[in-house]
Structure formats: structure tokens, C-alpha cells
């Protein structure tokens, strides 16, 4: 199988204390910040190596998985990074941050799909720094794909792929056929989450996404890692969303004791107004 | 701040040992160190990670990279798992195999290395004595020729990893006395004659055990023999700049640890109706710390650069390590004073690293040997 996963740098929370907002609000200033890959597209990335493997062979790739990603040279740390543990060769489209939105890149996805002709494209729900939510949605009706959103399990069958989305109140199973659009969420990261047909089903993987070993980190250098113009690949690049304004949130304000129930209640009701 | 050596590789195994930290040891840090003990599992896990003998040779089952490597693993494992013990637990191999890399015969490095970097066996290095620390040409501990054996008498104290140690490179008298009989064997679990003492209380990096080893009548194989006979202390001396460079590497994450947990709580701590970061006095602390830091991260960095280039650094080693100690154990206490009375609590992660810290100008060679060593290069 065939499997394109999309990438995103988030700014890493741990450093979250360095975002800076300069007066007026109209940007923020992301110098200085460090960034690391969004979790939900490593987990996308774990679940593309586990369909294209026998997970007790995981050197042994049985298929092809393509990472891609949008922005400034920096980024190649991130398709790096995915190279070393497992995927096969990247692309990163050149572009800065603020020539991107939901609805171009979605675009610039189906253009790279339109060309590599993957048999799924699998990736995280959202990125944890717009926290949008869209992209996938999106390529798969630009494509006219079936598409399995928020996926905690998937498994391998002939032509399509078994899904299974976390809903309230329990589990719904999805076939998708292929090729489809999966989007995940972090449960598909479990010892048991994912399965390729080589895969026996009595096989656990350790919790969580895999680690690169340095001689990986070494190989990843020279595996390949292409570069597309923005350009080449979305006609109309006019951004449909515009950012107005951005302010940090308040700063936390010291709290309070009370000294009983009842001021609790009436603090609540009356100053906090929330009940 | 990183390493100015520092390029993709290390930037990429950082956030491997980061994130294994987080998963693997930072739940389990205050447990591990309270129970002076942390499980034997965690060696296979990091191995499976990639992340336990990266700067070993690929053909040992190794990463194939360099010191450089493996100083920043410990320090992403220390700055993200806050158990110090654990982390130079796990690490003893980095003072047990370079000799047998170094001086090895094949046949010794394919049956000891490959096993002690997928986590099976855990490796100690025995130098110390009861009568001999600094002193290493004045250790007691003999090894007598006898057909294809060497039968081993003498006590080895404060060996790191010696509770569960299942190959102890041990410095052995095989000649006459002085430097020029010593000669370094590497003895197995199991061997007859060969008992853990008792395991010893420390002051801090209570997660590492270490103990007291007893060779009595000890009868080890001769092909065990690491080098030349006689010629183990050159040896135990290359071996010693390499272990001082990273032990540097440790007081740098340490005191970064330290400074980290400063700069949070300061933050957070209101005094007087203001956060305490909000007094002049408090921030000019953390800048002093920062600052002391930064010089000896930058001094460790040369000597791991100046080290991999090939050149001859027991020197700068020496200085090195006296610098980052020093400022290791400055930056600990001004960490404590910051945190106040919850700096004094076990409850506090700094409390841990001040006694940890006092180890450094003392293990891996004292302040003052470092000193001697400085002044003998130097030539005064």
C-alpha cells in the first residue's frame, strides 16, 4: 500500500512562554520559538508505517509511505525526522506560514495526491496550534474520496480499510474502500490499534510511536526529499482565511479562599457568574 | 541552549530521549530515587529506543555515533526524566566498555559489547579500593597468573551499577607496584569467588545502586585479560578523560534542571503581594545561573569537539569537569535558596539535585586530582 501522510511544525507548548504578540495584535512573533512535529501527524505517521509493515518485521517496509509538508526550509527537520523512523521519502512545499490556510492546502494536497496516486492519505485530525480540524475533511471532498475521520483502530483489508471511530457512547465501524482518506485520532497509537494484512492479529506493538535509532537518523539524510513550489500546485492562491487580531489571555489572577459554601455559592453566582 | 557541536543527529535523538524520559522515567523519578532502585527492564526499553548505546560502533550493535551523542541522551534524559540516579545507572557501561572498545580483542568485544548495549547485561567498571581512590597506582587488588587463569584477591568499593553488575571491568595489580603492574580483567557474575559486599548508602543519586564487590580466590580466564599485561593503567587514565568529559555533561543538565525548576517557581511563588521573579534580586540570581551555565556548557563543548578532532585533552578534561562542577553545585544551592523552605522538602525536585550535585568534584577523579593533573600538563 501506497499511503500519503501531510506533516505540520507546531510551536512546542513547552515553550509556549516565548510566544510574543507585537502591539497592534496583527501577527505573532514566532522568533526564537521551538517547534516540533503536531502529535496527531506522528501518530498519522505510526499508522501509516503499521499498515505498510509486518509489525514483528519493522525494518522491512512492505509498501510506501510519503510525508509532506508546507513552509520554509526549517521544516525539513520535521520530513527528517519522519524519514529516520520509517517513511520512505518526503516533500516539503515551499511556502512561508502566512500563505497558508485550511482551504490552499487542502488544495496543494489533491494536486500531490492527483500525481503520487497513493492508495490512502492518513493524517492527524487537527494540528494542535489552530486546532482547525479541516484539512482532511476537505481533501477528501476534493477528491471525492470515502473518508474515516477521528480513527482510533484501523485494519488492513483487500481494497479498503476497517476503521474505527471513538463516538459518544461508544464505537462505529466504518469500511472505507480504497482509495480513502483516514484521519487519526490518539487512541490509534495502542498496542493494538493498527494492522496490516502481514500483521497477525496476536501481535502488540509497543504503546505509542516509535523511536528512531541514530544510524535511522544517519540513513535519513540520504533518502529523498523533494521540493514543490506553492505555485505549481494551487492556481488560486488568495488566502480565504484572514487572521484579524491576536491577544494573549488575560494572565491568571490570584485566587481565593472562602471561608464556607455558602460565599462559595454566592461568589460564583454573583461575581464569577457562572451559575 | 544546546551544544554547539550539536547538528540534526543530536537534535533528533534529544527529542527521542525527551520523549522517552517523559513516558519512561518521569513518572516513576521521586518513587525510583526513594526506593534507591530503579527496574532492570528500563536498560532493554532504552535499548529499544535506540537511545543506550548510540555512541558505540554499529557493528557492536551500537548507534555508530560519538561521545557527542551520548552526552546529549543523558542530558534529555536527566532534564526530562528528573532522576539523576536512574539516568547515570543506566549509563555506567560509559565508563565499563571503552576499555574493552579501546583495547579489546575482537573475540572480547563481540562477546561482551553487543550485550550490554541491547540491555541484557549490565556493566560495571571497578577501580576504587577501600585503601586506594585517587591513588589508582596504589590499588591493592591482585590478579595471579595461574595456567589459564587468574585468581583474583582484593575489595572494590563505591562501584556504580555493582548490585546488578553482570561484567565488571576491574583494575587488577598483575606486576609490581606503582603504575606499572596494573592491568585491567573483566570479571562476570557468577564467577566463583566473586560476591557483592553490601550494596552502600549514598548522599544522593539514590535510583543508582552502588556497591562493594569481594574477589576472593576469584578464578577469572585469562582471555578475559583486557590489553597487554601491565599496561592497564594507560588505559584506566584514557578512560578517566572521556568519564570526566561526561560527568561535565551531567553537571551542565543538572544545573540546567535546577535552573528550570528556579525559573518556574519563582514565577509561580508570590511574596510580599508580587511573584517572586517580580524582586530584582530574585532575577539577578537566575541571571548569574544562567550565565554560569552557558560558560560551562561552552567549555564542555570544546573539549568534546577538541576530544573528537583527535587531540590529546586530559587537560582541558580536567578543566572541564572543575568548572562544571563548580558551577553545578553554585547553581544547585542558589536553586534551593530560591524555592526557600519547599527547596528543603524531599517533595522538591531541587532538594534531589543539591545532594546529587555534591558528588561531581569528588566522583571521577576529586577537584584537587583534577587540579594535579591540570598542573602537571602545564608543566608547574
Keep these: 500500500m501506497k499511503i500519503l501522510v501531510p506533516l505540520k511544525r507546531v510551536a512546542d507548548p513547552d515553550n509556549a512562554n516565548k510566544i510574543k504578540i507585537p502591539a497592534g495584535g496583527a501577527t505573532i512573533d514566532t522568533t526564537g520559538l521551538e517547534w516540533k512535529p503536531n502529535p496527531f501527524d506522528e501518530y498519522a505517521l505510526e499508522a501509516a508505517l503499521r499498515l505498510t509493515e509486518n509489525g514483528a518485521t519493522p525494518k522491512t517496509r512492505g509498501g510506501e509511505v510519503i510525508v509532506v509538508t508546507f513552509g520554509p526550509k526549517e521544516c525539513e527537520t520535521t520530513l527528517r525526522a519522519a524519514l529516520a523512523t520509517g517513511a520512505d521519502r518526503a516533500i516539503r512545499v515551499d511556502a512561508k506560514d502566512d500563505e497558508l490556510d485550511g482551504s490552499i492546502v487542502a488544495k496543494a494536497l489533491r494536486a500531490i495526491v492527483d500525481k503520487e496516486k497513493p492508495d490512502a492519505v492518513v493524517m492527524g485530525k487537527q494540528a494542535v496550534d489552530g486546532d482547525s480540524n479541516q484539512i482532511g475533511q476537505m481533501l477528501a471532498q476534493h477528491l471525492g474520496w470515502p473518508q474515516a475521520t477521528f480513527a482510533a483502530t484501523i485494519e488492513e483489508e483487500d481494497g479498503a480499510l476497517l476503521v474505527g471511530r471513538e463516538v459518544d457512547g461508544g464505537v462505529i465501524t466504518l469500511r472505507v474502500k480504497l482509495p480513502a482518506l483516514v484521519t487519526v485520532d490518539l487512541r490509534i497509537v495502542a498496542p493494538t490499534s493498527v494492522y496490516s494484512k502481514q500483521t497477525k492479529r496476536d501481535f502488540k506493538y509497543n504503546d505509542g510511536v516509535r523511536f528512531a535509532a541514530l544510524p535511522a537518523i544517519m540513513a535519513a539524510k540520504k533518502k529523498p526529499l523533494a521540493e514543490l513550489k506553492l505555485a505549481e500546485l494551487v492556481s488560486d492562491t488568495a488566502l480565504k482565511v484572514q487572521y484579524s487580531r491576536f491577544e494573549a489571555p488575560p494572565s491568571r489572577k490570584a485566587g481565593i479562599k472562602v471561608k464556607d459554601v455558602a460565599e462559595l455559592v454566592t461568589r460564583l453566582k454573583n461575581e464569577a457568574k457562572v451559575i | 541552549m544546546t551544544y554547539l557541536f550539536e547538528d540534526d543527529s543530536h537534535a533528533a535523538l534529544r527529542a527521542s530521549a525527551k520523549r522517552f524520559a517523559e513516558a519512561h522515567i518521569a513518572p516513576h523519578a521521586r518513587a525510583w530515587e526513594e526506593a534507591g532502585l530503579f527496574p532492570r527492564e528500563l536498560y532493554s526499553?532504552?535499548?529499544?529506543?535506540?537511545?543506550?548505546?548510540?555512541?558505540?560502533?554499529?557493528?557492536?550493535?551500537?548507534?555508530?555515533?560519538?561521545?557527542?551523542?551520548?552526552?546529549?541522551?543523558a542530558e534529555e534524559l536527566i532534564l526530562a526524566g528528573k532522576s539523576v540516579g536512574t539516568v547515570v545507572g543506566l549509563g555506567s557501561h560509559g565508563i565499563a566498555l571503552p576499555p574493552i572498545l579501546a583495547a579489546g580483542t575482537a573475540a572480547q568485544r563481540a562477546r561482551f559489547v553487543p550485550r550490554v548495549v541491547s540491555g541484557e547485561l549490565i556493566a560495571a567498571l571497578a577501580i576504587t579500593e577501600p585503601g586506594a581512590g585517587s591513588d589508582v597506582a596504589g590499588l591493592r587488588t591482585t590478579a595471579r597468573r595461574d595456567g589459564e587463569h587468574y585468581v583474583v584477591d582484593g575489595t572494590k568499593t563505591f562501584i556504580t551499577s555493582g548490585t546488578r553488575a553482570d561484567l565488571v571491568t576491574v583494575a587488577v595489580r598483575t606486576g609490581g607496584p606503582g603504575h606499572a603492574g596494573v592491568s585491567m580483567l573483566v570479571v562476570e557474575r557468577g564467577t566463583p569467588g566473586f560476591t557483592v559486599g553490601k550494596k552502600l548508602d549514598k548522599m544522593g543519586w539514590w535510583a543508582s545502586d552502588t556497591a562493594e564487590l569481594v574477589f576472593e580466590g576469584c578464578r577469572v580466564p585469562a582471555s578475559n585479560l583486557i590489553g597487554d599485561e601491565n599496561l592497564g593503567f594507560l588505559l584506566i587514565m584514557q578512560n578517566f578523560a572521556t568519564e570526566r568529559i561526561f560527568l561535565?555533561?551531567?553537571?551542565?543538565?543538572?544545573?540546567?534542571?535546577?535552573?528550570?525548576?528556579a525559573r518556574a517557581y519563582v514565577r509561580s511563588r508570590e511574596a510580599f503581594g508580587k511573584p517572586l521573579a517580580a524582586f530584582q534580586v530574585v532575577r539577578h540570581k537566575l541571571a548569574d545561573m544562567a550565565s554560569r551555565i552557558a560558560a560551562a556548557r561552552a567549555l564542555t563543548g570544546e573539549v568534546v569537539t577538541r576530544h573528537l578532532r583527535g587531540e590529546p585533552v586530559p587537560a582541558l578534561a580536567a578543566m572541564a569537569k572543575n568548572t562544571a562542577t563548580d558551577m553545578c553545585s553554585f547553581v544547585c544551592d542558589q536553586a534551593v535558596q530560591l524555592f526557600g523552605g519547599a527547596g528543603y522538602m524531599r517533595e522538591s525536585v531541587v532538594e534531589r539535585l543539591y545532594r546529587d550535585a555534591r558528588l561531581y568534584p569528588i566522583g571521577g577523579g576529586t577537584r584537587e586530582i583534577m587540579n594535579e593533573i591540570i598542573c602537571k600538563v602545564e608543566g608547574y
Design chain 2, 248 to 261: 561535565a555533561g551531567n553537571c551542565v543538565a543538572i544545573a540546567e534542571l535546577a535552573y528550570r525548576e
Design chain 2, 45 to 73: 526499553k532504552l535499548a529499544e529506543a535506540g537511545l543506550h548505546g548510540a555512541s558505540y560502533p554499529e557493528a557492536h550493535g551500537g548507534g555508530g555515533g560519538d561521545l557527542g551523542h551520548g552526552l546529549v541522551i
